[in-house]
C-alpha cells in the first residue's frame, strides 16, 4: 500500500487481484468503517459480494451514524456529524454509491450539489443572557501569548506531545480566548484531553481556520446521517449480495503468532449470535476486519420523562478489545482509552418541537426560517454563559424524511453534564428530556413564565448519554492504538477510530472511519491503486500565512525601524515572492 495524491491514480481502475476469488472476508461491526471497507473490498479488490459477512451487536447497521424514530420517545441522533471538501477517502467511496434521492447521481453528488446550492455558515455563532448575541463576533480574540502558544504546538515534534493534556501545553490566556470556544464546542474537546489530537487537528484543518468561527468550512447532508449515508451504502452493499447478520456479538478472537512475533494470523472468530455460542474458524484466504473500541458503547436513551442513564456495565467492543490486546502487545491499549468514564463521556438530547411558538425563537437567533428546507443555524450555536457549556443545532429540515412538516428536530448537547443548570438547578445527566428542554429555552430567550408549560406540552425530547464519547481524546502515545495492518499480520486488520493510520489524520471524522478500511483493503489485497493522502495544506505556504492572518483576526505585522528601513523592507516585499505572499495574504501592508 501507498499514498498518491492528484488525478492520476485518483481516476484509475485497479485490476483484480490475484487470488481474490477464493477468499472470503469477515468484519466485526457494521458502522462506516466496516460498511466502507466492504465496498472498497467490492469495488476495487472485486470480491463477490457474497463472500463477506458483517456482524454486528444491534439489530441494524450504522455505528455512530444514527437516526431513529423511536416509537413513544420521538426522534434520536446522538450526534451530528461535520464533514468538508478535503475528506479525500470519504468522497472517494460515495462517489461509487448511488444515491436514494436523485436517480443517475450518486452519493457525492447528491451531496455536492446540495452543499453548492446552499453553502453553510452560521449567522450567529454564540449567545449569552437568554439569547442575546454572544458577542465574540466571529473573532478568534487571541492574544500575541496565545498564538505563539499554537505556533509552538504546531510546530512541535509528535512525539514531544504524547501523554500530556491539553492544559499542559496551553495557558490561561489560550484557554480564554474564544478560539478555544469555538474549537472546543465544536470538536468536542476538553482541557485535559490529548494535546497531541490537538496538534494533529490543527495540521488537518489548518486550511478550514477561516471557516471555524461562522461554520463555512463545514458542510452537511440533507436528512440525519443515517439517511443520507449509511442507508445507501448498505442498500449498495446489500444489492451486491453482503450478508449481515444482525444480534451477533463478537467476543473473542484467537490468532496464531510465531514465537519471534513475525507472522500474526487469525484463526477463529468466536460469537455470541441471539444468545448462541458459535464460531468461525479463518483459513489463511480469509480476511477479518476489526473494528476496535466504541464511541457509542453503553450509550443510553432517557425520554421526555426519564432521564438517561450512565451504564458503566459490561462494554462488549471494549471488552473485545481488552481480550484481543493481552494476546499482542502490537494490538494497543484499550485502558488508555476507555478506562476512566468520567473524562469520556457527554449527553446530548434531541428535541422534537410541537408548538409553533418554539421555532420563533430558533429563527430570531439563527436569523433564518426553519421551515425554508435550508441552512438554518448552520452549525452548534454555543451558550457561553451556560454551565452546562450547552451548544445546540438545527440542520436543513425536515432532518428526517418521516417528519412531519410542521416540526423541528433540534440536537442539543452540554460538554458539562455533571455541572447544575441555570434554571432547572440539577446537573444535565440527572435530567429528564423535559427538564433539558427547560433548560435549552431559558437559554434560548424564552420568556420565564412561559418556560415550564412549553417544555411539558411544547416539544418531545429524547436524552442520550455517552460513556466514551471522547475516549479517543484521552491523552496517549503513537503505540497505544494498533497499526491498521500489525507489522506480520497475514490475514486481518483493525479499522475504525481506535487503529493507527499510517498517514497524518485525526480521528472523530468520517473520514478517518473510511480511511482506515481502505489502507487495510488496499494492503491485505495489494491493491495497485494508491491511497488518497491526506489534504497537504499544512505543507502549503499559502495556506498557512492565510491562516495566520486570520487567527490574527486580520492584523497585519508592523514592519519594525524607521522609514528608511520600512522603505527597504518594502523593495524586498514588492520584489520577492515569499513578499508578494506576505501582502497577498494579509500579513503586510500592501501600500
Not at 77 to 92: A, Y
Not at 158 to 171: G, S
Not at 236 to 242: A, C, K, N
Not at 324 to 348: L, M
Request: proline share 5%.
Amino acid at each position: 500500500m501507498r499514498y498518491t495524491s492528484g488525478n492520476y491514480e485518483a481516476f484509475a481502475r485497479p485490476r483484480k487481484p490475484k487470488g481474490v476469488e477464493s477468499k472470503r472476508a469477515w468484519f466485526v461491526g457494521s458502522g462506516l468503517a466496516a460498511l466502507a471497507g466492504a465496498a472498497f473490498l467490492i469495488r476495487d479488490g472485486r470480491m463477490e459480494g457474497s463472500k463477506i459477512t458483517i456482524f454486528e451487536q444491534q439489530e441494524l447497521p450504522g455505528g455512530a451514524l444514527d437516526g431513529l424514530d423511536v416509537p413513544e420517545k420521538g426522534f434520536v441522533i446522538r450526534g451530528g456529524r461535520e464533514m468538508e471538501s478535503n475528506f479525500e477517502c470519504l468522497w472517494d467511496l460515495f462517489r461509487s454509491i448511488p444515491s436514494l434521492e436523485i436517480e443517475d447521481a450518486s452519493v457525492l453528488d447528491e451531496f455536492f450539489w446540495l452543499n453548492r446550492d446552499d453553502p453553510n455558515s452560521s449567522l450567529r455563532r454564540t449567545t449569552k443572557n437568554q439569547g442575546e448575541d454572544g458577542g465574540t463576533n466571529f473573532k478568534f480574540d487571541l492574544s500575541k501569548k496565545a498564538q505563539q502558544e499554537i505556533t509552538n504546538i504546531f510546530t512541535s515534534l509528535p512525539e514531544d506531545l504524547e501523554d500530556k493534556r491539553i492544559d499542559e501545553v496551553f495557558t490561561s490566556e489560550f484557554l480564554n480566548s474564544n478560539f478555544w470556544l469555538y474549537w472546543r464546542t465544536m470538536f468536542a474537546f476538553e482541557e485535559w484531553h490529548s494535546a497531541l489530537e490537538m496538534k494533529l487537528y490543527l495540521h488537518r484543518f489548518i486550511h478550514q481556520i477561516k471557516g471555524l468561527p461562522d461554520l463555512s468550512a463545514l458542510k452537511f447532508t440533507k436528512f440525519n446521517q443515517y439517511e443520507s449515508l449509511v442507508l445507501p451504502l448498505v442498500t449498495w452493499l446489500t444489492e451486491q449480495g453482503v450478508t449481515f447478520r444482525y444480534g451477533t456479538v463478537v467476543t473473542d478472537v484467537d490468532f496464531f503468532i510465531d514465537k519471534q512475533g513475525q507472522r500474526k494470523e487469525a484463526t477463529r472468530i468466536h460469537i455470541v449470535e441471539h444468545g448462541e455460542d458459535k464460531q468461525v474458524d479463518l483459513t489463511t484466504d480469509d480476511l477479518l476486519f476489526m473494528t476496535i473500541g466504541s464511541l457509542t458503547e453503553n450509550s443510553s436513551d432517557g425520554d421526555h420523562h426519564t432521564p438517561a442513564r450512565l451504564n458503566t456495565g459490561p462494554a462488549p467492543a471494549w471488552d473485545l478489545w481488552r481480550r484481543i490486546a493481552a494476546k499482542d502487545e502490537a494490538f494497543g491499549q484499550p485502558d488508555v482509552f476507555g478506562n476512566d468514564i468520567p473524562k469520556t463521556k457527554w449527553e446530548s438530547a434531541t428535541v422534537t418541537t410541537l408548538d409553533a411558538r418554539i421555532p420563533e425563537y430558533i429563527q430570531r437567533i439563527s436569523e433564518r426560517d426553519p421551515f425554508s428546507g435550508k441552512v438554518v443555524t448552520g452549525g452548534i450555536v454555543t451558550v457561553t454563559d451556560s454551565s452546562w457549556l450547552m451548544s445546540w443545532t438545527v440542520n436543513r429540515q425536515p432532518h428526517f424524511k418521516k417528519q412531519p412538516a410542521d416540526q423541528i428536530v433540534v440536537w442539543v448537547y452540554g460538554l458539562f453534564p455533571e455541572a447544575v443548570g441555570d434554571y432547572v438547578k440539577k446537573p444535565m445527566q440527572d435530567c429528564t428530556g423535559e427538564e433539558i428542554t427547560r433548560e435549552w429555552l431559558y437559554h434560548m430567550g424564552v420568556p420565564v413564565d412561559q418556560i415550564d408549560e412549553l417544555a411539558a406540552t411544547g416539544a418531545k425530547t429524547v436524552p442520550v448519554m455517552m460513556p466514551y464519547v471522547t475516549a479517543f481524546f484521552m491523552p496517549r502515545k503513537h503505540s497505544d492504538r494498533p497499526a491498521v495492518v500489525p507489522e506480520g499480520a497475514t490475514n486481518f486488520a483493525f479499522i475504525g477510530q481506535f487503529s493507527q493510520s499510517q498517514e497524518r489524520d485525526c480521528i472523530f471524522t468520517t473520514e478517518y472511519s473510511v480511511r482506515t478500511p481502505m489502507e487495510a483493503v488496499y494492503t491485505l489485497l495489494d491493491i495497485e491503486r494508491g491511497v488518497p493522502e491526506v489534504f497537504n495544506s499544512t505543507y502549503d505556504v499559502r495556506a498557512l500565512f492565510y491562516a495566520v492572518n486570520q487567527l490574527r483576526d486580520g492584523e497585519q505585522f508592523e514592519i519594525p525601524g524607521g522609514p528608511l528601513a520600512r522603505k527597504f523592507a518594502r523593495h524586498h516585499i514588492e520584489n520577492n515572492v515569499v513578499g508578494q505572499l506576505l501582502e497577498h495574504y494579509g500579513l503586510v501592508d500592501k501600500k
